[in-house]
């Protein structure tokens, strides 16, 4: 039963390295059991085929996805080539703005609860919050805040 997984060290000069799989553990593989070779690199996907050896879990019949540029943001995986398009834009919010739970595409950031309490601020102020705006190819909008994210380090991934 295959599974997916990503490669979290690569020896290229040893031939071996090793995948996260789905569960989370850990798993040798090596390039003689790699049906494309030439796109093994650090932080690829692949999808492999589970086994135990003398020295514990690995793999065989690993695939690497081409292209499998997947980002992380505030705890979404996103697919970089699913992505249509993206915005940074800045909104002025009153300083006490609490999420609304209700109404939010919720990120992970924003369930965990990740705003920072504001102490003694009078209702009327405001600070200017950056967000990133992205739209994939399946006509979702996600919206990350400054609060959640680092804006320019995450447009700088979507740039590769």
């Given amino acids: 039963m295959a599974m997916n997984g990503t490669i979290t060290t690569w020896f290229k ?3 071996f390295g090793f995948i996260k799989d789905e569960n989370g553990d850990n798993r040798y593989f090596h390039v003689i059991k790699v049906a494309n070779p030439d796109l093994i690199k650090k932080d690829a996907a692949v999808t492999f085929e589970p086994t135990t050896n003398s020295k514990g879990l690995s793999a065989y019949s690993v695939k690497v996805a081409p292209d499998s540029k997947y980002i992380y943001i505030a705890g979404e995986r996103l697919k970089l080539t699913s992505i249509k398009s993206f915005l940074v834009y800045s909104e002025d919010l009153p300083v006490d703005t609490r999420i609304d739970k209700e109404h939010l595409v919720l990120s992970v950031g924003a369930l965990m609860n990740s705003i920072k309490p504001k102490a003694n ?21 996600l919206i990350f805040s400054e609060d959640e994210i680092d804006v320019d380090a995450t447009v700088k991934l979507l740039k590769i």
């Fill in 13 to 15: 000069d040893k031939g």
């Fill in 121 to 141: 601020v009078a209702s009327d102020e405001v600070r200017t919050v950056k967000k990133l705006a992205i739209t994939t190819f399946h006509g979702t909008t």
